[in-house]
Nanobody, 121 residues
Framework: QVQLVESGGGLVQPGGSLRLSCAAS????????MAWYRQAPGKQRELVAT???????NYVDSVKGRFTISRDNAKLTVYLQMDILKPENTAVYYC???????????????WGQGTQVTVSS
C-alpha cells in the first residue's frame, strides 16, 4: 500500500518561512512527477508547484521567487520551501505523486493527507 506522509506545517508570522516534506512509502517502482497543491477555506484546491523526475519545476505565478520545490529521489521525498510567507498563503497543503507500482503497466496518482499552514501575526 502506497502512502504519502506530509510534515512541516504550522503557524508562522508574515515574512517567515516553512519547509514542507512529503515522503512516499510502500511498493513503488518509480515516481514520475510530484507536486504540491493547496486548498484555502472556501476555495478550490489549486496547484502550487510541480517537479518532474528529472528535476524540472513549475510554479503558480503567485509563489514564484518565494517557494522552491525539490525532491530527493533516493528518499522518495518531495519538499516545498516557502519563504516570505503571506497571510494569503494560509491553506491546507497537499502533496501529490504520480508513480508506478510493481506489476502495473499504468501509473497511479496518490495524495497525502494534508498539512495546515497558517500565516498570521
Amino acid at each position: 500500500q502506497v502512502q504519502l506522509v506530509e510534515s512541516g506545517g504550522g503557524l508562522v508570522q508574515p515574512g517567515g518561512s516553512l519547509r514542507l516534506s512529503c515522503a512516499a512509502s510502500g511498493s513503488i517502482v518509480s515516481i514520475n512527477h510530484m507536486a504540491w497543491y493547496r486548498q484555502a477555506p472556501g476555495k478550490q484546491r489549486e496547484l502550487v508547484a510541480t517537479i518532474t523526475s528529472g528535476g524540472s519545476t513549475n510554479y503558480v505565478d503567485s509563489v514564484k521567487g518565494r517557494f522552491t520545490i525539490s525532491r530527493d529521489n533516493a528518499k522518495l521525498t518531495v519538499y516545498l520551501q516557502m519563504d516570505i510567507l503571506k497571510p494569503e498563503n494560509t491553506a491546507v497543503y497537499y502533496c501529490y505523486a504520480n508513480l508506478r507500482e510493481p506489476l502495473s503497466f499504468y501509473s497511479a496518482s496518490y495524495w497525502g493527507q494534508g498539512t495546515q499552514v497558517t500565516v498570521s501575526s
